[in-house]
C-alpha cells in the first residue's frame, strides 16, 4: 500500500490491514501490559486468528467507510497506531485514538501521525468535528489532545468499567475552523 513519513526518525504512518496479523500480534504482545492500562485495546488478541480477525473489523469498517486502523512504524518497527473508531461522513463528525507500546513513546509519533490523519479527514473528507476520548488516569493521551490543539469539552464521570474501577472518560474536540486556524499559525511559525 503506502507510506507516509512521519519525520527523519525513520517513523511512518501505514495502513494496518488483516494481512499484518503476526506482525500486529508480535507487536502487541510485545507492548500488552503497557496498552492496556487505560484501555483494552487488542487484550483479546491472543493468537495470529484473533489478530487477524481485530484487524478484517477495521477493514470492513474502512470499506463502510465507518472507522479503520493505521500503523505506526519505527525503523520498520510496528510500535503503535492511530485509528478512527467512529467515522460518520454523513455528520461530519469522527473520534480518533491511538495506542503505543513502550518502544514508540516519548518520540512525538502518536502527535504527528494524528496530525496527518487529522488533516486528511477535515481537508479531504470534510469532517468538522474529530473528538479524542481518554480515561482521565492517561496523560499522555490527553497531552496528545492538547499538542493537537482540542479543547476539552468534559468529563463523563465514572463512565467506563475497566479492571474493576470505574474510569472518567475526557472528551476533547477540535472543530474543522479552529483545526484550519492552527494549521495556518504553525505554517507562518507561530504556536
Known amino acids: ?11 511512518e504512518l501505514r495502513p494496518l490491514e488483516p494481512w499484518h496479523a503476526e506482525e500486529f500480534l508480535a507487536h502487541l504482545n510485545r507492548g500488552r501490559e503497557f496498552i492496556t492500562r487505560h484501555i483494552p ?11 487477524r480477525a481485530v484487524l478484517q473489523s477495521y477493514a470492513d469498517k474502512r470499506a463502510a467507510d465507518s472507522g479503520f486502523l493505521h500503523g ?9 497506531g492511530l485509528l478512527f473508531r467512529v467515522f460518520d ?3 461530519g463528525t469522527c473520534e480518533a485514538g491511538c495506542w503505543l507500546e513502550p518502544a514508540g513513546t516519548g518520540r512525538g509519533l ?8 487529522i488533516d486528511w479527514a477535515v481537508e479531504e473528507r470534510g469532517m468538522h468535528r474529530v473528538e479524542w476520548h481518554a480515561s482521565s488516569a492517561n496523560e499522555a493521551s ?3 489532545a492538547r499538542r493537537l490543539g482540542m479543547s ?3 468529563v463523563l464521570r465514572e463512565s467506563y468499567p475497566y479492571r474493576g474501577v470505574r474510569q472518567d472518560t475526557e472528551i476533547w474536540a477540535v472543530l474543522a475552523p479552529e483545526w484550519r486556524a492552527t494549521r495556518a499559525r504553525a505554517a507562518r511559525g507561530g504556536h
Open 142 to 144: 490527553i497531552a496528545v
Open 72 to 80: 505506526l512504524w519505527l525503523e520498520g518497527k510496528l510500535v503503535g
Open 110 to 117: 502518536v502527535t504527528r501521525g494524528a496530525r496527518v490523519l
Open 41 to 51: 485495546f487488542g487484550a483479546n488478541v491472543t493468537d495470529t486468528e484473533s489478530a
Open 1 to 11: 500500500m503506502y507510506a507516509i513519513s512521519l519525520g527523519d526518525d525513520g517513523a
Open 152 to 154: 476539552r469539552e468534559g
Open 89 to 91: 461522513a454523513a455528520a
